[in-house]
């Protein structure tokens, strides 16, 4: 099982941008995904999550400009980012909880896509 996360780039203060993370492999089901962000010297934050029944949860720092959502027939998790700001700045990593042939589920870890906001 893969996760691959795209979507990321430079973007203006106020702009907006919207990441992919696709599941690929041998999948029985997602349950919870998520996407992360590692700022430079800083520690990994969760920002945004999505249940299996599409219950969502935001950071506070993205509530309101940020919108997490799921096509489940695609095994795809997307991040809508708006109205941008440099302290958004960050490596973006998604994460899913995925069941597969071994008898628990496992979390994998997409490979982080740049996020930069600058003028």
């Known amino acids: 099982v893969q996760l691959q996360a795209s979507g990321g780039g430079l973007v203006q203060p106020g702009g907006s941008l919207r990441l992919t993370c696709t599941a690929s492999?041998?999948?029985?089901?997602?349950?919870?995904m998520a996407w992360y962000r590692q700022a430079p010297g800083k520690q990994r934050e969760l920002v945004a999550h999505?249940?299996?029944?599409?219950?969502?949860d935001y950071a506070d720092s993205v509530k309101g400009r940020f919108a997490i959502s799921r096509d489940n027939a695609k095994n795809t998790m997307y991040l809508q980012m708006n109205s941008l700001k440099p302290e958004d700045t960050a490596v973006y990593y998604c994460n899913a909880e995925i069941g597969t042939v071994l008898p628990d589920p496992v979390y994998y870890w997409g490979q982080g896509t740049q996020v930069t906001v600058s003028s």
């Open positions: 999505i249940s299996s029944g599409d219950i969502t």
């Open positions: 492999g041998i999948i029985f089901s997602i349950n919870t």
